[in-house]
């Protein structure tokens, strides 16, 4: 992927949504949630600091993160879907 975001932003791979509930039933694509987690693919630089200096990004390309429900914006790379946000609209990190 020859794409990296500029400044405070990540590029998300969106996991899947669910097709079946806990109790069996196959969801059709009407009632499937929008998923609100994803694989970090690429970060940019960081926010640019007065100094001229960038803020460290806290995550990386690979990190697994939760999103708000309708943050971000929806890209179309490659023929993949993806999100572009701003790191500051992730709402957490999953530990390893």
């Given at each position: 992927?020859?794409v990296r975001?500029?400044?405070?932003?990540?590029?998300?791979?969106v996991?899947?949504?669910?097709?079946?509930?806990a109790?069996?039933?196959?969801?059709p694509?009407?009632?499937?949630d929008?998923?609100?987690?994803?694989?970090?693919?690429?970060?940019?630089?960081?926010?640019?600091?007065?100094?001229?200096?960038?803020?460290?990004?806290?995550?990386?390309?690979g990190d697994?993160?939760?999103?708000g429900k309708y943050s971000?914006s929806?890209?179309k790379?490659d023929?993949?879907?993806?999100k572009i946000?701003r790191?500051?609209?992730?709402?957490?990190?999953?530990?390893?």
């Open positions: 992927m020859n975001p500029l400044d405070d932003r990540i590029l998300i791979e996991s899947e949504a669910e097709e079946m509930t109790g069996g039933i196959v969801l694509d009407t009632a499937k929008k998923p609100q987690e994803g694989v970090v693919r690429a970060v940019g630089t960081g926010k640019t600091l007065k100094s001229g200096g960038h803020a460290p990004m806290s995550v990386q390309e697994k993160v939760l999103f971000g929806d890209v790379i023929d993949a879907e993806y946000m790191e500051s609209d992730l709402l957490g990190k999953f530990l390893d």
